[in-house]
C-alpha cells in the first residue's frame, strides 16, 4: 500500500481537461517538494512536473502542478490521446519509515 | 545529454545476489551534488524507491529492504551500481537507475529481473 493516495483511473475525452490528485501527510507532501512522472506501456517514467508546480524543459505547459497543504494536483488540459498513460506522484519523506515515497499510479484514460 | 543505461542478469536464484550496474555516458558519475539511484516497479505494481548513493559515496537506502542493499560508484568507469542480498520472489521486478533525489530528471530504460530457482 502506498503512502501516498492516488485515484487509480481517471478518464475524459480529448480536448478536455483532467485532474489527478495525490494525497499524503505532514511529513512527506506538507513538507517537501512533489514532482509528477508520466510512465506509457514498456516504458521508464518520465519527469513531468517538479519541486511542485516546475516543468522540466521539453514538457507541455499543458501540464501543470500544484500543492496545497498535503495534497497535489496534476492537471492536463486539452487531453490528446498521446496522453493516455500512467502517471505517478513522488515526495521525500522527512519521517524515518522511508525517505522517498511513490503514489500508487493513475491510469488515465483518453475516451 | 546524459544517458543511463542499466544492465545485469535477467534471472536470479532465490536466496542469491542481486547485481546490477548502471552506466552513465554523456557525464560524469562524480559531478558535483549528482544523486544516483535505484527503483523498481514490480510487474503491473508501483514504483518503489530502493536508495540513491551521493556522487562523494554516500548513500540512504529505503529501510523496508532491511540491509538487503549496498550501492556503489565505480567513477574510473563512470558507473554506479547496486546488490540486493537473499532475494526472493517479490523482488522480481524492472529495475531503473536514475538521476535525482528530490526528483528524478533522468532514467535508464530499465531491466526485468526475475527471481525464480
Known amino acids: 500500500q502506498s503512502v501516498l493516495t492516488q485515484p487509480p483511473s481517471v478518464s475524459a475525452a480529448p480536448g478536455q481537461n483532467v485532474t489527478i490528485s495525490c494525497s499524503g501527510s505532514?511529513?512527506?507532501?506538507?513538507?517537501?517538494?512533489v514532482s509528477w512522472y508520466q510512465q506509457f506501456p514498456g516504458a521508464a517514467p518520465n519527469l513531468l512536473i517538479y519541486?511542485?508546480?516546475k516543468r522540466p524543459s521539453g514538457i507541455s505547459d499543458r501540464f501543470s502542478g500544484s500543492k496545497s497543504g498535503t495534497s497535489a494536483t496534476l492537471v492536463i488540459t486539452g487531453l490528446q490521446t498521446g496522453d493516455e498513460a500512467d502517471y505517478f506522484c513522488g515526495v521525500w519523506d522527512s519521517s524515518l519509515s522511508s525517505p522517498w515515497v511513490f503514489g500508487g499510479g493513475t491510469r488515465l484514460t483518453v475516451l | 545529454q546524459v544517458q543511463l543505461h542499466e544492465s545485469g542478469p535477467g534471472l536470479v536464484k532465490p536466496s542469491e545476489t542481486l547485481t546490477l550496474t548502471c552506466a552513465v555516458s554523456?557525464?560524469?558519475?562524480?559531478?558535483?551534488?549528482?544523486?544516483w539511484s535505484w527503483i523498481r516497479q514490480p510487474p503491473g505494481k508501483g514504483l518503489e524507491w530502493i536508495g540513491y548513493i551521493y556522487y562523494r559515496g554516500s548513500t540512504n537506502y529505503n529501510p523496508s529492504l532491511k540491509g538487503r542493499v549496498i550501492m556503489s560508484l565505480d567513477t574510473s568507469r563512470s558507473q554506479f551500481s547496486l546488490k540486493l542480498n537473499s532475494v526472493t520472489a517479490a523482488d522480481t521486478a524492472v529495475y531503473y537507475c536514475a538521476r535525482g533525489w528530490s526528483a528524478f530528471d533522468i532514467w535508464g530504460q530499465g531491466t526485468m529481473v526475475t527471481v525464480s530457482s
Open positions: 554523456g557525464g560524469s558519475v562524480n559531478s558535483g551534488s549528482s544523486y
Open positions: 519541486d511542485n508546480r
Open positions: 505532514s511529513s512527506d507532501i506538507g513538507t517537501n517538494d
